[in-house]
Nanobody
Framework: VQLVESGGGLVQAGDSLRLSCAAS????????MGWFRQAPGKEREFVVG????????SYAESVKGRFTISRDNAKKTVYLQMNSLKSEDTGVYYC????????????WGQGTQVTVSS
């Protein structure tokens, strides 16, 4: 199983960024997908999740109204559109696949760095 993230980078506060996660080696529609992030010196935290069908989503309070998750099951890809970025959004963003719930991740991507300068 491989989850390969892309799209990270260095941006200024207020800018937008779109992350992608391409999945292979798993039955994509059997898994919920999510994004987690880890800031320097902090634990990894849940950011957003999307159901197998894509009809249900869940967001951390800190990103509601700014981030949008979506998935394309035909392309086996999940996206994270991040708008109005803040310095506190800085961290390594990880794509995750979970069969049951987001608190029990089955597969992780390698992570992509997002740095927001203020």
């Amino acid at each position: 199983v491989q989850l390969v993230e892309s799209g990270g980078g260095l941006v200024q506060a207020g800018d937008s960024l779109r992350l992608s996660c391409a999945a292979s080696g798993l039955s994509f529609t059997s898994y919920g997908m999510g994004w987690f992030r880890q800031a320097p010196g902090k634990e990894r935290e849940f950011v957003v999740g999307i159901s197998r069908s894509g009809f249900s989503t869940s967001y951390a309070e800190s990103v509601k109204g700014r981030f949008t998750i979506s998935r394309d099951n035909a392309k086996k890809t999940v996206y994270l559109q991040m708008n109005s970025l803040k310095s506190e959004d800085t961290g390594v963003y990880y794509c995750a696949a979970y069969w049951a719930v987001a608190s029990s991740v089955d597969y992780w991507g390698q992570g992509t760095q997002v740095t927001v300068s203020s």
